[in-house]
């Protein structure tokens, strides 16, 4: 079962980086095709970018800005984000891609001046 635990979130200023990190308790990250989602303030919940398990990234139109990785060794998943927007502000969550129903309960951006 998976015990996602998202983290490093917070307040930063447009154009600046954050990197957020994800850890699972449970067994199912280092074995799984990962993803970042986020869901921003009335808005359906979304894909970011998401990591195959052999680290091969694929991004979306979101994270053309953002970098992933995952280290499976520490069970521990990154969305490293530079030249951040207003538009970024969000929950962000991390899940296997597909998604499962397991949720953690996200880490919050917020980008502003």
């Known amino acids: 079962q998976a015990q996602f635990v998202e983290s490093g979130g917070g307040l930063v200023q447009p154009g600046g980086s954050l990197t957020l990190s994800c850890v699972d308790s449970g067994d199912i990250l280092k074995v799984s095709n990962m993803a970042w989602y986020r869901q921003s303030s009335g808005n359906e919940r979304e894909l970011v970018a998401r990591i195959t398990v052999d680290g091969r990234p694929h991004y979306t139109r979101y994270s053309g800005r953002f970098t992933i990785r995952r280290d499976n060794t520490k069970s521990t998943m990154f969305l490293y984000m530079s030249g951040m927007a207003p538009v970024d502000t969000a929950v962000y969550y991390c899940?296997?891609?597909?998604?499962?129903?397991?949720w953690g309960q996200g880490t919050q951006v917020t980008v502003s001046s």
């Open positions: 899940n296997t891609w597909p998604a499962g129903a397991d």
